[in-house]
C-alpha cells in the first residue's frame, strides 16, 4: 500500500492528529488531556480529545467486550479493534479534522499492533494490514510514545485491572519492546519520552516537542497572554472533571467558546 500518499493525506487536512502510545499507567490520559487544553489555548482551534478502545458509543460497547468480556481468540480481538477504530476514524475524527480541529487522541492502531502482535503472538504485518485498512490509512501527524517499566506503571494504576493488564509481566515487556521498535523504526512520526519523571516536566517536554512538529502558531489576539503563561500554568486541574465524551469535542480552546470564530483555521 502507499505509505506515502497515507502521510500526505493525514498533513493536508486542515486539522491535526496527535496519538498518545504506551502501556496502561504511563500517564497517557492524563497527558493527553493536559495537552489539549494547552492546544486550544495555543491555537484557538477546537480540540478533540478521545481515545480507542471506545471513542464512540458503539465503540463504547466494543470496548467493552473485548477489554471485559470472555475470553477470545487473538483474531477475532484484532477484528474487535479494527472495528472500533474503523467507526471511530470515520464518525468523528476524519470529520474533526476536516473542520480544523485538533485531535488528540488516547491510543491509536500502534496499540494494536503492539499488544496483539507484540504480545499475542499474531503478525504484526496483519495487524497492521487490516488496522490501515480500517482507517483509510489516517495517520497521525504525530505520535507520543511515554515508556514506562510496566511494573512501575502497574504500580499507579488503583483501579481493578482488566483483562488486558491482567495478562503478566512477558505480555507487557514483549508490547513495551514492540512500541520501542515501531518508535525507531518511523522517528519522524513518533517522539519516545521518559514516562518516569513528573506530570509537569512530562507535559512541559510535551509541548515542546509537538509545537516543534506541528509547526504551530498562535491564535494571534491571544499570543501576548499564552506566551507570557507560566510554563505550568493550567497543571493543578490534573483531577478536573474533564474525561471523554463520545463524539464531542471539548471545547476547551478559546475558538470554541463563540460561534464566531468558526473552525478556527485560518
Ligand atoms: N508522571 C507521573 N508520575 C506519577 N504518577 C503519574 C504520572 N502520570 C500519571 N500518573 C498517575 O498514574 C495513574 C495513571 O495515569 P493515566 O494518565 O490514567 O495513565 P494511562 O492513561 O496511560 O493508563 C493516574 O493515577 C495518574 O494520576
Ligand atoms: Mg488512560
Redesign the pocket.
Known sequence: MSDGAARVDAVSAPGYFIS?E????????????LLGQWLGELTGREVVLTREPGGTELGKELRAAVLHGQDMDPRTEALIYAADRAHHVASLVRPALERGAIVVT?RYLDSSVAYQAGGRELGADEIELISRWAVQDLMPDVTIL?DLDPAA?SA???RQHDRLERAGAEFHRRTREAFLARAAADPERWVVLD????????QAQIRVDVAARLELTPVVEEAEDTVAAEPDDGFDD??SAIGYTPGLGLGLGPGAAGPATGSGAA
Open positions: 498518545f504506551g502501556g496502561d499507567g504511563v500517564g497517557k490520559s492524563t497527558q493527553a488531556r488516547d511515554l506503571a499507579r494504576i488503583r514516562a518516569t519523571t513528573s506530570i509537569d516536566d512530562l490534573t483531577d
